[in-house]
Nanobody, 122 residues
Framework: VQLQASGGGLVQAGGSLRLSCAASGGSFTNYVMGWFRQAPGKEREFVAA????????VYRDSVKGRFTISRDKAKSTVYLQMTSLKPEDTAVYYC????????????????WGQGTLVTVSS
């Protein structure tokens, strides 16, 4: 499985961005797709996850109501729509895929994209 993240950039606080993660190299049935982020000097943290087959997204508390994870099966792409961005959302965002059991620390996510930088200015 290969993942290619894109869509990062510089945005002012209160603005929006949509990250994309193009997936290839296999069938993603029963996979869980996730977004993680790592801010400078901080540990990587879970942002959101969604089962490839559908269902409701799962989010960390600090992004609930502002971020939305979705996927387009036809395009084999997972999205993270980010609105009402805050300076504390500044980080490198990574998409990841888990084929089996996983946790929100990232364990079980065997495939990772290269990361895309999101910078939110105040």
């Amino acid at each position: 499985v290969q993942l290619q993240a894109s869509g990062g950039g510089l945005v002012q606080a209160g603005g929006s961005l949509r990250l994309s993660c193009a997936a290839s190299g296999g069938s993603f049935t029963n996979y869980v797709m996730g977004w993680f982020r790592q801010a400078p000097g901080k540990e990587r943290e879970f942002v959101a996850a969604l089962e490839w087959n559908g269902g409701r997204g799962v989010y960390r508390d600090s992004v609930k109501g502002r971020f939305t994870i979705s996927r387009d099966k036809a395009k084999s792409t997972v999205y993270l729509q980010m609105t009402s961005l805050k300076p504390e959302d500044t980080a490198v965002y990574y998409c990841a895929a888990a084929a089996d059991s996983y946790n929100y620390n990232g364990e079980g996510f065997g495939s990772w994209g290269q990361g895309t930088l999101v910078t939110v200015s105040s």
